[in-house]
């Protein structure tokens, strides 16, 4: 599982892809300072034993990134799902925070691909209230990505 370096560096790196769709040049100095790793003041580079180094590096073990060169980090726009098994190694309580997490991510796809708005108060409310009737929905559960009842993760 990726920690909280290799988590802050995809958030910025979506972010900043996001901004900048064909790729974009980073300080590497300014950007592992920003993410909290640290850097010499004096520094003009960032060594293969840095934190920022290996934060890239676990990245790249995780299938998230790529190197595209020695100074050149291709990173996935898109994290995929967590499987299964990791996630019943996880403890109950994030479990049924991942799940939840997950359910409104899902209300939210089917919402955009049905044109509608969710309810601002309470997404997961909404999803539930349209989910068994949408035929969005349907597709979305053939392809594993149904809803279940978070009682049953933390049960």
Do not use: Y
């Amino acid at each position: 599982m990726l920690g909280p370096s290799s988590v802050l560096l995809l958030r910025r790196a979506g972010q900043l892809l996001a901004e900048h769709s064909d790729g974009v040049t980073l300080d590497v100095v300014e950007l592992s300072r920003s993410l909290g790793l640290g850097a010499r003041p004096d520094a003009d580079d960032v060594g293969r034993n840095s934190p920022l180094r290996r934060t890239m590096d676990r990245l790249v073990r995780f299938k998230m990134a790529e190197w595209r060169g020695d100074d050149r980090l291709g990173v996935q726009r898109k994290v995929p799902a967590l499987e299964r098994h990791r996630i019943e190694r996880l403890p109950e309580l994030v479990q049924t925070s991942h799940h939840r997490l997950l359910t409104d991510h899902v209300a939210g796809l089917v919402a955009r691909a049905e044109g509608r708005d969710l309810d601002p108060v309470n997404p997961a409310r909404a999803m539930a209230a349209a989910v068994d009737a949408s035929p969005v929905a349907a597709r979305l559960r053939a392809f594993g990505t149904g809803t279940h009842d978070p009682r049953a993760i933390a049960g």
